[in-house]
């Protein structure tokens, strides 16, 4: 593929960033962090070089769950903010040159919504067919819930009308009817509306959970095709802002997700999470093997030109390990969550990346370079720059969601307010915020942060990543993972060691006699190459990115 204009595909070289507004800094000293309080710290996001910031919702809403139950889609949480100060991060973000995408939300809303409030009151409200209702009986459907530690079944009785109501996540967030062309409607008046405040893009919730429930629509057109509520929302997109993103939360066997893609036209979501290579990652992390990451890799479908696929090691969901045997998922389990506590609804584990590896610097360092230098758009979600820890005690995956640690001082200088007041307590033992904050890392050239920073300049400094052509290196030591990224006449080679020993990894090179030379992408320094090859050295959990400086091939099989 040759580059030529690609502003209008910027996210194919974006580093994303994920945070909850409620959890990332307090400046109103009521212990609710504000949209007021991520302005003062759009400046260190700067910093750290992200070049998208994607925001949790922020939406009014009871809360009952983090945010994700939605009263009003047009809103802004008062306990947050207004439109006044979203407006502000937003215009400040730009300004550093920063695009904001937002989670949408079209799958559910809250029991709450003034629509379901109607649909529920009575068979013959005009908003009875925003949801999906059956009038009989359902079967057993306790296999299909989302959090099976609180629901058993996808089906509600309500007692109003005797009819049952469709939720695959709680009881309290009734799904949409998305088969409904009033429902589609609404969600494209939100998406305009948003798109008209500045937002660059959204993050679309459980997307496979609403086209799936298309097929109880009476429209015949949308029932037919599923995806055409996909291919809509991405051509309104596209005609309301022309470079805006759709970022899919889609975790599905690969082969599944080129769906959602939009297969060979590529006219559904612009970029979709990996979770099948996320989860191949800490299986190969957990053996010291690279075979499973190099599998997934290897297997992972080519898709359209104009989509992306986006790369993470862990985001404010459970860490799922769902798309693993249950004989690999036991492994992973074991190595990085043995303690029940560790772990959520039998699938997943409630930790962050530290504590899994018991504080290891060098396997720390090692994931985040497999992160960045993994094909695809990668995303960071708030606190992995400083290495923060999750806090057990929380329930299910508020484990992850604890307050941004800036400071070795109270609270962790996320809020001034008691601690009893803050919206969730700070992480309490050994990655508490007098041991990892951001304040003693900003500055430390050999901190986390600085090297994260580094990958960050590094991994926007590499489009053969983001665009190129990717194939695995097949290698002798089962520990080393290489893989390598063309474009045009340049390429970029990856090569991590997964094992806690010392091992050597040769190179075959070919190219002009006169002048050729890898350089290393983070430290800058010329590699040697004799012969027809490049001997490296790797440490335990090892790593190195290079380049070929002149022209010339690299030759690896």
Avoid at 153 to 168: C, F, K, P, Q, V
Avoid at 341 to 359: I, N, S
Avoid at 381 to 409: C, F, K, N, S
Avoid at 483 to 495: G, I, K, N, W
Wanted: net charge negative; hydrophobic share 40%; charged share 25%.
């Amino acid at each position: 593929m040759r580059v030529t204009d690609t502003s209008d595909l910027w996210w194919k070289s974006a580093v994303i960033y994920c945070l909850d507004v409620e959890t990332f800094l307090d400046a109103d000293g009521d212990g609710i962090g504000d949209l007021q309080g991520l302005s003062r710290r759009i400046d260190y996001l700067a910093e750290l070089g992200i070049s998208c910031l994607w925001l949790m919702p922020f939406y009014p809403s009871p809360d009952r769950d983090d945010g994700y139950d939605v009263t009003d889609f047009y809103g802004v949480d008062a306990r947050l903010g207004d439109h006044g100060r979203l407006v502000e991060v937003v215009r400040t973000a730009h300004d550093r040159g920063i695009r904001v995408i937002v989670d949408l939300l079209i799958n559910h809303t809250s029991d709450q919504h003034p629509w379901f409030v109607s649909a529920r009151s009575s068979t013959d409200s005009p908003y009875r067919d925003y949801y999906v209702w059956r009038d009989t009986e359902p079967p057993d459907t306790s296999a299909q819930v989302v959090f099976p530690d609180q629901e058993d079944s996808i089906w509600t009785r309500d007692e109003a009308t005797g009819e049952w109501y469709l939720h695959h996540f709680y009881r309290h967030q009734p799904d949409l009817n998305v088969g409904n062309p009033a429902v589609v409607e609404e969600i494209l008046r939100v998406v305009g509306f948003w798109l008209e405040l500045g937002i660059d893009g959204f993050r679309v919730d459980a997307v496979p959970y609403f086209v799936q429930d298309v097929d109880t629509a009476a429209d015949e057109q949308l029932a037919g095709d599923p995806h055409a509520v996909l291919r809509e929302l991405r051509a309104y997109t596209a005609r309301r802002k022309g470079d805006a993103v759709l970022l899919g939360e889609v975790n599905l066997p690969h082969e599944q997700q080129l769906a959602y893609f939009g297969g060979d036209r590529g006219d559904e979501l612009n970029l979709l999470f990996d979770f099948i290579t996320m989860q191949a990652t800490y299986l190969s992390m957990a053996r010291g093997d690279a075979a499973p990451l190099a599998r997934a890799l290897s297997e992972r479908p080519v898709v359209h030109p104009a989509c992306q696929w986006a790369t993470f090691l862990r985001n404010h969901d459970e860490l799922t390990l769902d798309k693993l045997s249950e004989e690999e998922r036991q492994e992973v389990f074991a190595a990085f969550g043995p303690e029940e506590e560790m772990q959520v609804y039998g699938r997943g584990l409630k930790r962050r990346l530290p504590p899994m590896v018991d504080g290891d610097p060098r396997r720390v360092r090692l994931a985040y370079s497999l992160l960045f230098s993994l094909p695809g758009t990668p995303a960071l979600y708030y606190g992995e720059e400083i290495g923060m820890g999750e806090d057990l005690a929380a329930p299910g995956r508020m484990a992850v969601r604890t307050p941004m640690q800036w400071g070795p001082g109270p609270n962790g200088g996320f809020s001034s307010a008691e601690p009893e007041q803050l919206v969730q307590r700070v992480v309490p033992d050994g990655y508490g915020p007098e041991h990892v904050n951001a304040d003693a890392q900003l500055h430390d050239p050999d901190s986390l942060f600085s090297f994260v920073r580094s990958l960050v300049s590094a991994r926007r400094s590499c489009p053969e990543l983001g665009w190129g052509r990717f194939s695995v290196v097949e290698q002798d030591a089962r520990q080393v993972l290489v893989h390598r990224c063309d474009l045009d006449e340049s390429s970029v080679v990856a090569v991590h060691n997964l094992g806690s020993e010392p091992v050597g990894v040769r190179l075959p090179v070919t190219g002009p006699d006169d002048g050729l030379e890898l350089v290393d992408v983070l430290s800058h320094e010329r590699v040697a190459v004799a012969g027809t090859g490049a001997e490296l050295a790797l440490p335990g959990y090892g790593h190195r990115w290079l380049r070929l400086r002149r022209a010339g091939s690299l030759d690896l099989p």
